[in-house]
């Protein structure tokens, strides 16, 4: 019941309390955003949601869009200014996911939603993950996702679905706080900068072995 109803109705009741209640905060961090990365305020890219359906997901754009002479971009290393290392240490460039909620795209808690250029490289029990709302946070996210391989993160998300509950969301939210309080790097970090490298990785495993496990 909780997982198919009381989850959802949660969500929706948060993130409008969410909304309302930080929407100074959200006008403030949008206005520094402007001044100091530039336009658009908002980074947005399609990922996959629950059933693997592809929706746009929205945050506080953390670089800026500095290129050399040629015009290309220049590394992520040389964009990301010392603001933006602030709003992914705080984890504040993750607040327009809000809406994301509200709308029923994301829950609170789940499994981080990845690059839609991914999917093909998941196993059968990995695709459990995209049978739930993607989190704003999740159990991989607060059990070292910086510092575990990938197969272990893709099995945290599996142990969150599979034994999804209020109970299990409480404890991951709780995690959370104790991860962004302790100003740990487990959440701070880009999904792309952190991830990038799961499609090759999963390749090179099928060229070499036959299977994605």
């Known amino acids: 019941?909780?997982?198919?109803?009381?989850?959802?109705?949660?969500?929706?009741?948060?993130?409008?309390?969410?909304?309302?209640?930080?929407?100074?905060?959200?006008?403030?961090?949008?206005?520094?955003?402007?001044?100091?990365?530039?336009?658009?305020?908002?980074?947005?890219?399609?990922?996959?949601?629950?059933n693997e359906k592809i929706f746009t997901l929205c945050k506080f754009r953390t670089m800026t869009d500095a290129r050399d002479?040629?015009?290309?971009?220049?590394?992520?290393?040389?964009?990301l200014t010392?603001?933006?290392?602030?709003?992914?240490?705080?984890?504040?460039?993750?607040?327009?996911?809000?809406?994301?909620?509200?709308?029923?795209?994301?829950?609170?808690?789940?499994?981080?939603?990845?690059?839609?250029?991914?999917?093909?490289?998941?196993?059968?029990?990995?695709?459990?993950?995209?049978?739930v709302r993607p989190g704003l946070t999740g159990l991989a996210q607060v059990s070292g996702r910086n510092f575990i391989d990938w197969d272990r993160r893709l099995a945290k998300d599996v142990e969150y679905v599979e034994n999804l509950s209020f109970r299990m969301d409480m404890k991951v939210l709780w995690m959370t706080v104790q991860t962004v309080l302790g100003h740990t790097e487990e959440v701070a970090q880009d999904t792309n900068a952190v991830e990038g490298n799961f499609a090759e990785i999963r390749k090179k495993r099928l060229e070499e072995t036959g299977t994605l496990v």
């Open 1 to 50: 019941m909780y997982k198919n109803g009381i989850k959802r109705c949660l969500d929706f009741l948060l993130s409008l309390a969410g909304i309302i209640v930080l929407s100074p905060v959200l006008l403030v961090l949008a206005a520094l955003v402007r001044v100091k990365l530039g336009a658009p305020v908002l980074f947005k890219q399609e990922r996959p949601g629950k």
């Open 82 to 131: 010392k603001f933006g290392k602030f709003l992914r240490g705080t984890s504040l460039d993750e607040l327009p996911e809000l809406f994301n909620i509200l709308k029923g795209d994301m829950s609170i808690v789940g499994p981080r939603p990845l690059l839609v250029s991914y999917l093909p490289y998941y196993s059968e029990k990995e695709r459990l993950r995209h049978s």
């Open 69 to 79: 002479e040629k015009g290309n971009l220049l590394p992520d290393t040389a964009r």
